[in-house]
């Protein structure tokens, strides 16, 4: 049988291995979104999907940093 540390590692990685996909697609809906914004209000400097890439790469930063936050807490215990 496995034993509690082994499995501990495991979800550990398999979190961390998650993190990039997440942030990508996070930060691709909030361009396409963006993107969809400019061709259906257009303006001539794409306002809306370099603001809205911009809220979804900080968003994207936030979601990492709670997620390391508590796989780190979840370490020491």
């Known amino acids: 049988?496995?034993?509690?540390?082994k499995?501990?590692?495991?979800?550990?990685w398999l979190a961390?291995?998650?993190?990039p996909t997440q942030m990508g697609a996070i930060?691709?809906?909030f361009a396409?979104?963006?993107?969809w914004?400019?061709?259906?209000?257009?303006?001539p400097h794409q306002v809306y999907v370099k603001?809205?890439?911009?809220?979804?790469?900080?968003i994207a930063f936030?979601?990492?940093?709670r997620q390391l936050k508590e796989i780190n807490k979840s370490d020491q215990e």
């Open 16 to 19: 961390l291995i998650s993190i």
């Open 32 to 35: 396409y979104l963006g993107r």
């Open 27 to 29: 930060v691709f809906l």
């Open 37 to 43: 914004l400019d061709s259906k209000y257009p303006n």
């Open 7 to 12: 499995k501990k590692s495991r979800n550990k």
């Open 51 to 58: 603001i809205l890439t911009l809220v979804g790469v900080a």
């Open 1 to 5: 049988m496995d034993n509690p540390q």
């Open 62 to 65: 936030y979601n990492i940093n």
